[in-house]
């Protein structure tokens, strides 16, 4: 009499955790990361971010177990000189999506905890603006996945 109850609360838990953690509608593509010198300690990141929702989604962070520490930044050139900033708020309306590019909006990986060796799979963790994760991979490459 007690049990079953208690059951069912738990597997409605289970059940919205699983859908918190991975909103299937927002998916990470082709992600990947520039190969790098290990010395350097630091290396960048590129995917397609696709918002398959019905909704605007907002990416507002990104973390790796493979890095110490992981931001979004955008590449700009000002007056010929090529600058990176810091992205907080990553929008993207309902069926977008959002491409990371050499040369313009990147993942910024510091402080790695492997050395990259190339064609190994690193865990990328989106944050979006609703508390929902998104679970990504990040190939280590020497060039771009052609597309
Ligand atoms: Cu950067």
Redesign the pocket.
Known sequence: MITKPFVCVLLALCAFEASAATPACVTVEQGWVRLTPAMMRMA?GFARIRNGCANEVVVIGAGSKAFGDVSL?E?TVVQGVSR?REIERLPIAAGASAELKPGGL?L?LMQPEVALAEGAQLPLRLSLEDGTKVDGMLQVRREAPTR
Request: overall charge neutral; glycine content about 0%.
């Open positions: 960048a930044h590449t990176m990147h910024m």
